[in-house]
C-alpha cells in the first residue's frame, strides 16, 4: 500500500487507532528498562528517573512549540519554490496545541503519534550517555530535539513536507515512507545518541592506554530482556497505527504488519544468537536483545510493505549486522554506547528505510528512500551535533570525575537503586 | 578534523537536492543521488577519525 491523499476517516478506524495509541506507550517502557539495565547499578536510579523526566519536558515543549512547527494541525505552511516546484519546509500551525479538540480526528491522532514519537525519540540518546550525561544536560537537549529537531523531521517526512511530497512533486516513488517512525524517531535518536557520546566523551576507564576496551556489562539482564517483551507489545501497536495514520493503509492490513513486525524481530533474534554463538561460543544475552530491538526497529519502516518472507530477510540481515557493529564502533572506533543505540537505532533504521524502498510497490521508490536517508545524514546530523554542542556550552554535558566515581545516583539524586547492595567502584572493572 | 567533516555533510545533501531540481531523468537524479551520499559518507568518516580518542583518553 502506498500514500494517498488522507481519506476521513471512520469512527470504527478512529477508535482502534486510538486504542493503538493507548498501547505504544508499553514500547518507551521498554526502551526505559533496556536503558537502565544495560546501564551500571550506581546509576539505575538517575537513568530510570531521566526516562521519566525527558518524555515529560519532550511532551511539553513539543506541545507548546513543536507540534505548531510540525504541521499536523494544518492552517500554514513555509514553502519555497525552487526550479518551479513548491518545497515545504515547516509548518506553522496554532502554538499550545490550541484548535486541537476543533480539529479532523486524523489530525488529533497524527498530533497523539508525534508526541508519543518525540517521547520515544528522546530515550534513544539518553541511553547511550548512561553513566556520565548529567540529568540536566538530558532534559535540555530533549527540549531542543523537541523544539527544534523533531518537528522539522516530522513535518518533511509525515506532516506533507518535501520528502512526503516527492511523489507528487517530483514523481519520485510515492514520496519518503516511513510509516513507523524509522527516521523521524529511530534514525534520529541514533543520530543523537552518537552525538553525545562524542560530545560527552566515554565512561572513565572505559579505553586504558593499554589492550582491548575495559568490558562494562549492563547491571541487570533481567530489565533489558523483559524491556525487549515489552517493547514488542507497543511496537506492534506502534506500526499499526503509524501504517492507519501515515500510509492511510485498510483495516484488512493490519494484521500483516502485526506479523511482519513479529517475524523481523524474531528473525533479528535468530540471527544475532546464532552470530554470538559462533563467535563466543555461547549466546550473548544483551547482544540478543539489542538485536531483538534492532529487527523491531528496520520493521518500523517495512513493515507495512514487506511480505512475511521479505520481514523475515530485513530482520535476519539486521540482526547479523548488529552484534557485528556493536563491536566495530567499540573496539575500532573508540565509541563508548552503552546501550548501543547508534547500531540498534540508527543503523537499524537506516537498513529498515533502504528494504521499504525495495519492498514498496511503487516504482522509483528507493530513490524517494535515499534522498530521504541523504536528508537525515546531510542535514539532521550535523544539525544535531552543532545544536548539542552549543548546548554543551551552557549545561556541560559530562558529570564531573568526582560524581562519575561516586555513581550518578548518589551524586544527582543523593540515594542509590539498590542501597543494600555493594557498589563497585572503577578499579572493580580493571 | 572533528568539525570539518560535519561540515562536509551538509554538501552531500545539497547535491541530492540539486539532482531533484535540475535532473528530470532518473539516471542523472540516481547518480547524483549515489554521489551525494557518498559525499556524507566521506564526511561521516572524516567526523569519525577526528573523534577517535588516542588510547588512554578516557582516563581521569
Same mark, same amino acid.
Given at each position: 500500500?502506498?500514500?494517498?491523499?488522507?481519506?476521513?476517516?471512520?469512527?470504527?478506524?478512529?477508535?482502534?487507532?486510538?486504542?493503538?495509541?493507548?498501547?505504544?506507550?508499553?514500547?518507551?517502557?521498554?526502551?526505559?528498562?533496556?536503558?537502565?539495565?544495560?546501564?551500571? &547499578?550506581?546509576?539505575?536510579?538517575?537513568?530510570?528517573?531521566?526516562?521519566?523526566a525527558l518524555i515529560a519536558v519532550?511532551?511539553?515543549?513539543?506541545?507548546?512549540?513543536?507540534?505548531?512547527?510540525?504541521?499536523?494541525?494544518?492552517?500554514?505552511?513555509?514553502?519555497?519554490?525552487?526550479?518551479?516546484?513548491?518545497?515545504?519546509?515547516?509548518?506553522?500551525?496554532?502554538?499550545?496545541? =490550541?484548535?486541537?479538540?476543533?480539529?479532523?480526528?486524523?489530525?488529533?491522532?497524527?498530533?497523539?503519534?508525534?508526541?508519543?514519537?518525540?517521547?520515544?525519540?528522546?530515550?534513544?540518546?539518553?541511553?547511550?550517555?548512561?553513566?556520565?550525561?548529567?540529568?540536566?544536560?538530558?532534559?535540555?537537549?530533549?527540549?531542543?530535539?523537541?523544539?527544534?529537531?523533531?518537528?522539522?523531521?516530522?513535518?518533511?517526512?509525515?506532516?506533507?513536507?518535501?520528502?512526503?511530497?516527492?511523489?507528487?512533486?517530483?514523481?519520485?516513488?510515492?514520496?519518503?515512507?516511513?510509516?513507523?517512525?524509522?527516521?523521524?524517531?529511530?534514525?534520529?535518536?541514533?543520530?543523537?545518541?552518537?552525538?553525545?557520546?562524542?560530545?560527552?566523551?566515554?565512561?572513565?576507564?572505559?579505553?586504558?592506554?593499554?589492550?582491548?576496551?575495559?568490558?562494562?556489562?549492563?547491571?541487570?539482564?533481567?530489565?533489558?530482556?523483559?524491556?525487549?517483551?515489552?517493547?514488542?507489545?507497543?511496537?506492534?501497536?506502534?506500526?499499526?497505527?503509524?501504517?492507519?495514520?501515515?500510509?492511510?493503509?485498510?483495516?484488512?492490513?493490519?494484521?500483516?504488519?502485526?506479523?511482519?513486525?513479529?517475524?523481523?524481530?524474531?528473525?533479528?533474534?535468530?540471527?544475532?544468537?546464532?552470530?554470538?554463538?559462533?563467535?563466543?561460543?555461547?549466546?550473548?544475552?544483551?547482544?540478543?536483545?539489542?538485536?531483538?530491538?534492532?529487527?523491531?526497529?528496520?520493521?518500523?519502516?517495512?513493515?507495512?510493505?514487506? &511480505?512475511?518472507?521479505?520481514?523475515?530477510?530485513?530482520?535476519?540481515?539486521?540482526?547479523?549486522?548488529?552484534?557485528?557493529l556493536v563491536e566495530v564502533l567499540?573496539?575500532?572506533?573508540?565509541?563508548?554506547?552503552?546501550?548501543?543505540?547508534?547500531?540498534?537505532?540508527?543503523?537499524?533504521?537506516?537498513?529498515?528505510?533502504?528494504?521499504?524502498?525495495?519492498?514498496?510497490?511503487?516504482?522509483?521508490?528507493?530513490?524517494?528512500?535515499?534522498?530521504?536517508?541523504?536528508?537525515?545524514?546531510?542535514?539532521?546530523?550535523?544539525?544535531?551535533?552543532?545544536?548539542?554542542?552549543?548546548?554543551?556550552?551552557?549545561?556541560?554535558? =559530562?558529570?564531573?570525575?568526582?560524581?562519575?566515581?561516586?555513581?550518578?545516583?548518589?551524586?544527582?539524586?543523593?540515594?542509590?537503586?539498590?542501597?543494600?547492595?555493594?557498589?563497585?567502584?572503577?578499579? &572493580?572493572?580493571? | 578534523?572533528?568539525?570539518?567533516?560535519?561540515?562536509?555533510? #551538509?554538501?552531500?545533501?545539497?547535491?541530492?537536492?540539486?539532482?531533484?531540481?535540475?535532473? #528530470?531523468? #532518473?539516471?542523472?537524479?540516481?547518480?547524483?543521488?549515489?554521489?551525494?551520499?557518498?559525499?556524507?559518507?566521506?564526511?561521516?568518516?572524516?567526523?569519525?577519525?577526528?573523534?577517535?580518542? #588516542?588510547?588512554?583518553?578516557?582516563?581521569?
Amino acid at each position: 500500500m502506498v500514500p494517498s491523499a488522507a481519506p476521513a476517516v471512520s469512527d470504527a478506524v478512529f477508535a482502534l487507532t486510538l486504542a493503538l495509541m493507548l498501547l505504544a506507550p508499553m514500547a518507551i517502557a521498554g526502551v526505559a528498562l533496556i536503558n537502565t539495565g544495560l546501564g551500571r &547499578s550506581r546509576s539505575a536510579a538517575q537513568a530510570m528517573l531521566g526516562c521519566l523526566a525527558l518524555i515529560a519536558v519532550a511532551a511539553i515543549v513539543f506541545a507548546f512549540i513543536g507540534a505548531s512547527l510540525t504541521g499536523s494541525l494544518g492552517l500554514k505552511e513555509v514553502v519555497l519554490h525552487v526550479a518551479g516546484k513548491p518545497w515545504s519546509v515547516l509548518g506553522l500551525g496554532p502554538f499550545l496545541l =490550541r484548535g486541537l479538540g476543533a480539529a479532523a480526528p486524523q489530525a488529533q491522532l497524527a498530533v497523539l503519534f508525534e508526541i508519543l514519537a518525540v517521547a520515544m525519540l528522546v530515550l534513544l540518546p539518553w541511553g547511550s550517555g548512561a553513566d556520565r550525561w548529567r540529568l540536566a544536560a538530558g532534559c535540555a537537549s530533549a527540549a531542543v530535539l523537541a523544539a527544534i529537531v523533531f518537528p522539522l523531521a516530522s513535518h518533511w517526512i509525515w506532516a506533507g513536507g518535501w520528502l512526503a511530497a516527492l511523489g507528487a512533486n517530483f514523481s519520485v516513488g510515492a514520496g519518503f515512507l516511513d510509516a513507523g517512525g524509522a527516521a523521524t524517531v529511530h534514525v534520529i535518536g541514533g543520530l543523537s545518541a552518537l552525538a553525545v557520546v562524542w560530545i560527552a566523551g566515554p565512561r572513565r576507564g572505559k579505553f586504558p592506554k593499554e589492550g582491548l576496551s575495559t568490558a562494562m556489562p549492563g547491571h541487570n539482564a533481567i530489565y533489558v530482556l523483559f524491556g525487549c517483551l515489552l517493547a514488542l507489545v507497543g511496537w506492534l501497536a506502534w506500526n499499526m497505527a503509524g501504517a492507519i495514520i501515515w500510509v492511510h493503509a485498510p483495516l484488512a492490513a493490519l494484521p500483516g504488519t502485526a506479523i511482519n513486525t513479529l517475524l523481523s524481530a524474531s528473525g533479528a533474534l535468530a540471527a544475532t544468537f546464532s552470530v554470538t554463538r559462533f563467535r563466543f561460543g555461547k549466546p550473548d544475552a544483551s547482544l540478543c536483545a539489542n538485536g531483538w530491538l534492532a529487527g523491531l526497529v528496520a520493521s518500523s519502516a517495512c513493515a507495512a510493505f514487506a &511480505s512475511p518472507v521479505g520481514s523475515l530477510f530485513v530482520g535476519g540481515v539486521a540482526g547479523v549486522f548488529t552484534p557485528l557493529l556493536v563491536e566495530v564502533l567499540e573496539l575500532a572506533l573508540s565509541i563508548d554506547d552503552p546501550t548501543g543505540a547508534i547500531t540498534v537505532h540508527g543503523a537499524a533504521g537506516l537498513w529498515g528505510l533502504i528494504a521499504a524502498g525495495f519492498f514498496a510497490p511503487q516504482a522509483g521508490q528507493l530513490l524517494a528512500q535515499l534522498i530521504g536517508i541523504a536528508a537525515l545524514l546531510g542535514f539532521f546530523f550535523p544539525l544535531i551535533y552543532f545544536l548539542f554542542a552549543l548546548l554543551n556550552r551552557f549545561v556541560p554535558f =559530562r558529570v564531573d570525575p568526582d560524581g562519575e566515581r561516586m555513581g550518578m545516583d548518589l551524586h544527582e539524586i543523593g540515594g542509590g537503586a539498590y542501597p543494600e547492595f555493594v557498589i563497585h567502584r572503577d578499579e &572493580s572493572y580493571r | 578534523m572533528k568539525y570539518a567533516g560535519l561540515l562536509v555533510m #551538509p554538501a552531500g545533501f545539497f547535491l541530492t537536492l540539486a539532482a531533484l531540481a535540475l535532473f #528530470p531523468d #532518473p539516471g542523472r537524479r540516481i547518480a547524483f543521488v549515489l554521489c551525494g551520499l557518498a559525499v556524507e559518507g566521506l564526511g561521516m568518516a572524516v567526523a569519525v577519525r577526528g573523534h577517535m580518542l #588516542p588510547r588512554g583518553g578516557s582516563q581521569p
